[in-house]
């Protein structure tokens, strides 16, 4: 059996996403392990929720910093310092920046609550609701510099009802944000989800791709 995926977990809000982990590793559904959980403010409840189930806590509010670049760098010494194989943003509400992005490359994963790339950035749910789609969803994602830009893991598709406003979707679309995000952990932990740089493109048809794989020797 493979050690469980170490995972750090970025919150802002609530935490309900935290708490699917949480559930889902006590089951035996995720196999990962969660080494600490850290906050952009003192005030998030998912803090609460960490402490209440004895994961380690920590803040780093960026209005303790001078500029983003020395949040950024807090952040990521202190996240650093938890050695997790993939950094979790489970409803982190601030962009990361690029020590963050350097220090953990094609690990930091991000649930967004629409289906990518429709309705990037803040508010998604509202956003569905008043571009008028009939589906939307929620979206695991790799973490680039971008605004929700990233490369897609995972999607689930749930229904956007006429009577809904962007609360009622959001609520919806986090009962399968609660399903999909602890199964993309799975996946990764298992094997079977590989993070890291895209496949090489290896030419196209009709070539024969034994030769594309290795060169013919002259
Ligand atoms: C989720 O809907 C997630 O998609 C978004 O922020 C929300 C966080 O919710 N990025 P919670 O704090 O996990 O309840």
């Known amino acids: 059996m493979v050690a469980p995926l170490k995972l750090a977990v970025l919150v802002s809000g609530r935490g309900s996403n935290l708490a699917a982990l949480i559930r889902a590793i006590a089951d035996g559904r995720c196999h990962a392990r969660i ?6 403010r003192p005030s998030a409840p998912a803090l609460e929720l960490a402490r209440e189930h004895g ?81 939307s969803g929620c979206t695991v994602h790799v973490v680039d510099a971008g605004v929700d830009t990233g490369p897609v893991l995972a999607q689930a598709a749930v229904p956007v009802l006429p009577s809904d406003d962007g609360a009622a979707l959001h609520a919806r679309i986090q009962q399968a944000e609660h399903a999909l995000l602890p199964a993309v952990v799975h996946a990764i932990a298992s094997g079977s989800l590989v993070l890291g740089p895209p496949p090489r493109f290896l030419g196209s048809f009709p070539q ?3 030769s594309l794989v290795s060169p013919p020797v002259s």
């Open 35 to 40: 080494e600490g959980v850290v906050a952009d």
């Open 55 to 135: 994961l380690p806590t920590d803040v780093v509010a960026a209005k303790q910093f001078n500029d983003r670049t020395a949040w950024d760098a807090a952040l990521t010494d202190r996240v650093k310092q938890l050695a997790p194989d993939v950094v979790v943003l489970a409803g982190f509400m601030r962009l990361v920046g690029s020590a963050m992005l350097e220090q953990f490359a094609g690990r930091i994963i991000n649930v967004h609550p629409a289906l990518l790339p429709a309705f990037p950035g803040l508010d998604a749910p509202a956003q569905a609701v008043h571009a008028r789609v009939c589906i």
């Open 208 to 210: 024969p791709l034994p």
